[in-house]
């Protein structure tokens, strides 16, 4: 991740776990906001705003990169290769079995980023001095859907580590007929 990106969500998740420090695993229910919380959110009200701000932006800038990425190495790369496989009357099956999941995981990137961007924008409408409550709750799901993308965004470096190892093994054996 960019950064920047990372340093001003850095930046958000330190004011927020300053203001709630619990002991809980994700099966147990959260503890419920204190006033001391509330008040705390109140306090540095314009502070997360403008480290919300930043965070959208860039992950905007990054999003639209990263998209693009995505999707040349699938349009420009996987499915020309898959093609002239095909073309040839190659086996070049696993080639096209990475390459279904790959796509499936850009698309599942997509969904993810898009309902991280529908909730961090929702959040940053809320008016955290009056209603520190129901920012923080929206400031939490936007978090997990943040994480969401990034999970989107690992899996697809995954993908494209075995379609290059796919490839390496689908080449082997005409390297080895050449020397």
């Known amino acids: 991740m960019n950064l920047k990106c990372l340093i001003s969500f850095v930046a958000v998740a330190v004011v927020i776990s300053t203001i709630v420090v619990t002991e809980r695993t994700f099966a147990e229910e959260p503890a419920p906001i204190t006033d001391f919380q509330l008040t705390q959110i109140r306090v540095r009200c314009k502070e997360v705003q403008a480290s919300l701000s930043r965070v959208h932006a860039n992950d905007a800038l990054l999003r639209v990169n990263r998209g693009q990425l995505y999707e040349r190495l699938s349009t420009k790369l996987m499915v020309p290769m898959n093609s002239r496989i095909a073309v040839n009357r190659?086996?070049?099956?696993?080639?096209?079995?990475?390459?279904?999941?790959?796509?499936?995981?850009?698309?599942?990137?997509?969904?993810?980023?898009?309902?991280?961007?529908?909730?961090?924008?929702?959040?940053?409408?809320?008016?955290?001095?009056?209603?520190?409550?129901?920012?923080?709750?929206?400031?939490?799901?936007?978090?997990?859907?943040?994480?969401?993308?990034?999970?989107?965004?690992?899996?697809?470096?995954?993908?494209?580590?075995?379609?290059?190892?796919?490839?390496?093994?689908?080449?082997?054996?005409?390297?080895?007929?050449?020397?």
């Open 90 to 179: 190659l086996d070049g099956s696993s080639l096209l079995s990475v390459t279904s999941s790959y796509d499936r995981h850009l698309g599942e990137f997509r969904v993810n980023y898009q309902a991280y961007e529908e909730q961090l924008s929702s959040t940053m409408r809320i008016d955290c001095a009056k209603q520190p409550a129901s920012f923080y709750e929206s400031l939490k799901s936007a978090r997990d859907k943040r994480r969401s993308v990034y999970e989107s965004a690992q899996q697809l470096g995954r993908d494209i580590s075995d379609y290059r190892q796919a490839f390496t093994d689908f080449s082997q054996p005409y390297k080895e007929k050449q020397s």
